[in-house]
């Protein structure tokens, strides 16, 4: 695997790890407010089934080697339905989870599965462990920077649950760019 590759997944980690960390507390909080405990359920009980499924789907080389070809596309439409998601269960609590239940268990299921398939086509043994071992964690120093500014934001007072949102949202769409710039140069080599 090239350093750039290598770099643009860490910092991709690291940058994602660190805005979920940093916002995810605050709109856990907020949403779970606005929702009934059967709405809850539902939307758990329709990730787990729809995730069932989504795995069932690709646990053939031959059935994940069709969602490769489709990968930019897929990674596509999962940042613009978190988008339209958030911005939607910003009116309407039920909208989100139920959106998101179903939306994480199709795109980001695939998304990550081909993702750690190229990964693991390209490194083997030692450096694929030491490439999870870093990966890992960037992630975990980016998580504890961004739940440390949480709490310094959660002492100042500051309502910003249509900030946070807006983070997510970025966020994701800059983990998508560098997701596929990764993945297409994985293809390549």
């Given at each position: 695997m090239k350093d750039k590759t290598k770099y643009l997944m860490l910092y991709s980690e690291a940058g994602m790890s660190f805005i979920m960390a940093l916002t995810s507390p605050f709109i856990h909080l907020h949403f779970i407010k606005l929702v009934s405990p059967v709405i809850f359920t539902i939307s758990t009980l329709l990730m787990t089934i729809v995730c069932a499924l989504t795995q069932t789907s690709l646990?053939?080389?031959?059935?994940?080697?069709?969602?490769?070809?489709?990968?930019?596309?897929?990674?596509?439409?999962?940042?613009?339905?978190?988008?339209?998601?958030?911005?939607?269960?910003?009116?309407?609590?039920?909208?989100?989870?139920?959106?998101?239940?179903?939306?994480?268990?199709?795109?980001?299921v695939i998304w990550f599965t081909i993702m750690n398939e190229a990964i693991n086509d390209t490194l083997s043994s030692e450096k694929l462990t030491d490439f999870q071992v870093i990966k890992k964690t960037y992630g975990s120093w980016a998580t504890a920077i961004?739940?440390?500014?949480?709490?310094?934001?959660?002492?100042?007072?500051?309502?910003?649950?249509?900030?946070?949102?807006?983070?997510?949202?970025?966020?994701?769409?800059?983990?998508?760019?560098?997701?596929?710039?990764a993945y297409k140069q994985l293809e390549i080599s």
């Open positions: 646990k053939t080389k031959e059935r994940r080697a069709i969602f490769r070809k489709y990968l930019p596309h897929i990674m596509i439409v999962d940042v613009l339905l978190m988008c339209i998601i958030s911005y939607l269960g910003l009116k309407n609590a039920d909208i989100r989870f139920i959106g998101f239940g179903i939306l994480n268990s199709i795109t980001v961004g739940g440390a500014l949480a709490v310094l934001i959660s002492y100042l007072g500051i309502e910003w649950i249509n900030l946070a949102v807006t983070l997510q949202c970025f966020g994701n769409f800059i983990f998508a760019i560098c997701d596929y710039k």
